[in-house]
């Protein structure tokens, strides 16, 4: 009879998506592992039958689940950010420029360390690998951490993690996508336009944006550019007043349905039984390198060097010791890293190391970037005193 508050109550807890994610990810690993794995992975990659086969929509539930769901994910986070630099932690110019140099570092590093290992040999196209951040799992993974870690850091996350994504997006388009269509890309760019004059002429009417997004996430996944660009893009033109209402009708689908299933087809990799040629691998250490050491020192000294030089400040209270503990939580690369890697040595054993690379440089990164923020925290801020 307590089963409904129990369930309200776990869903407004804010650690709640952290551990669902790491449960639906160990349990795929799991089931992908045992005696019912190749009809497990069948699963994910069966087709989906639809009336209409010539619009070009996901062919399988795994390019349904990330193509098409995850854009609303990506929406979700992208009116976040957007509320946020209208009247939050990021509403100056130094504050939000901060994401947006920080990720760079967070970037450039990461794939200079992949080339120092991999620049000799044609797997060098693996450099854009370490680039990305899975910005559903870095944030599940923060959320573990509830009240410890402050909205700033969330915040100051999220928009790093879209910025990444979409680095390494332009990544895909240019460096490893088979040729763009210019026939959508204009459409696109059309739309955004209309979403645009829209916004301009104040036109408050939700359902008019959503039915025009819809149109932009078709023509921008049929233009070669992966389709969840058009969730950021979506967000940044909604109007203010209509943001609030939005964030609340998407946060329980998007949270406790969406990145659940998201987790759940991604994370059905077959491990192998030789280990050790794997992670001897020059592909292995330069993506594990890039995520695990490259993205947090990117990020540290970016934003250090950015703040000292008072280029940006410093969102909230916001410390720079809690900006390397975040760095190593945008270590988690997982969903992106493994697409681009996807791209990079299609059908290839090559393949099956970089997945792997990316899954031990995700968990390190989530397990240490965990615990140093949880100690920093009780380090600086000691134990709470008790009222006597």
């Given at each position: 009879?307590?089963?409904?508050?129990?369930?309200?109550?776990?869903?407004?807890?804010?650690?709640?998506?952290?551990?669902?994610?790491?449960?639906?990810?160990?349990?795929?690993?799991?089931?992908?592992?045992?005696?019912?794995?190749?009809?497990?992975?069948?699963?994910?990659?069966?087709?989906?039958?639809?009336?209409?086969?010539?619009?070009?929509l996901p062919g399988s539930l795994l390019h349904f689940v990330n193509d098409a769901l995850m854009s609303l994910f990506f929406f979700s986070a992208g009116l976040e950010i957007k509320r946020e630099v209208l009247n939050g932690e990021l509403q100056t110019i130094k504050k939000s420029m901060?994401?947006?140099?920080?990720?760079?570092?967070?970037?450039?590093?990461?794939?200079?360390?992949?080339?120092?290992?991999?620049?000799?040999?044609?797997?060098?196209?693996?450099?854009?690998?370490?680039?990305?951040?899975?910005?559903?799992?870095?944030?599940?993974?923060?959320?573990?951490?509830?009240?410890?870690?402050?909205?700033?850091?969330?915040?100051?996350?999220?928009?790093?993690?879209?910025?990444?994504?979409?680095?390494?997006?332009?990544?895909?388009?240019?460096?490893?996508?088979?040729?763009?269509?210019?026939?959508?890309?204009?459409?696109?760019?059309?739309?955004?336009?209309?979403?645009?004059?829209?916004?301009?002429?104040?036109?408050?009417?939700?359902?008019?944006?959503?039915?025009?997004?819809?149109?932009?996430?078709?023509?921008?996944?049929?233009?070669?550019?992966?389709?969840?660009?058009?969730?950021?893009?979506?967000?940044?033109?909604?109007?203010?007043?209509?943001i609030h209402r939005l964030e609340q009708s998407l946060r329980v689908p998007v949270n406790f349905i969406i990145l659940p299933l998201f987790a759940l087809a991604n994370t059905a990799i077959i491990?192998?039984?030789?280990?050790?040629?794997?992670?001897?691998?020059?592909?292995?250490?330069?993506?594990?390198?890039?995520?695990?050491?490259?993205?947090?020192?990117?990020?540290?000294?970016?934003?250090?060097?950015?703040?000292?030089?008072?280029?940006?400040?410093?969102?909230?209270?916001?410390?720079?010791?809690?900006?390397?503990?975040?760095?190593?939580?945008?270590?988690?690369?997982?969903?992106?890293?493994?697409?681009?890697?996807?791209?990079?040595?299609?059908?290839?054993?090559?393949?099956?190391?970089?997945?792997?690379?990316?899954?031990?440089?995700?968990?390190?990164?989530?397990?240490?970037?965990?615990?140093?923020?949880?100690?920093?925290?009780?380090?600086?801020?000691?134990?709470?005193?008790?009222?006597?």
């Open positions: 009879m307590n089963i409904i508050p129990s369930i309200k109550f776990f869903i407004r807890d804010s650690r709640a998506v952290g551990v669902l994610l790491i449960c639906s990810t160990a349990a795929s690993l799991v089931v992908a592992n045992s005696s019912c794995g190749s009809g497990y992975l069948s699963f994910w990659e069966q087709e989906i039958i639809t009336p209409a086969h010539g619009l070009h901060l994401p947006v140099i920080s990720a760079i570092g967070g970037m450039l590093l990461p794939a200079i360390i992949y080339l120092a290992f991999c620049h000799h040999s044609h797997d060098y196209k693996g450099w854009g690998i370490p680039m990305a951040t899975d910005i559903a799992f870095s944030l599940g993974a923060l959320s573990l951490l509830g009240k410890r870690a402050p909205l700033s850091m969330r915040i100051f996350l999220t928009a790093i993690a879209i910025i990444d994504d979409i680095g390494g997006i332009l990544a895909i388009a240019v460096f490893y996508a088979g040729h763009l269509n210019w026939l959508y890309s204009c459409l696109a760019a059309m739309i955004v336009v209309i979403l645009l004059a829209l916004n301009y002429f104040r036109v408050t009417r939700i359902s008019i944006y959503l039915v025009t997004g819809l149109l932009l996430w078709y023509f921008v996944y049929n233009s070669g550019i992966h389709a969840t660009i058009a969730g950021v893009l979506l967000a940044m033109v909604i109007p203010s007043s209509c491990l192998p039984a030789q280990v050790f040629p794997i992670i001897s691998s020059p592909v292995h250490w330069g993506i594990f390198l890039g995520l695990f050491l490259g993205k947090p020192i990117g990020i540290f000294l970016a934003t250090y060097v950015a703040v000292k030089l008072k280029i940006v400040d410093l969102p909230g209270s916001l410390t720079h010791k809690q900006v390397l503990g975040m760095g190593m939580m945008a270590g988690i690369g997982f969903s992106v890293s493994i697409f681009i890697a996807t791209l990079a040595f299609p059908g290839t054993q090559t393949l099956l190391i970089a997945k792997l690379a990316v899954l031990n440089a995700s968990l390190a990164s989530g397990i240490c970037g965990y615990c140093y923020l949880r100690f920093t925290r009780k380090k600086q801020y000691g134990r709470p005193t008790l009222p006597s």
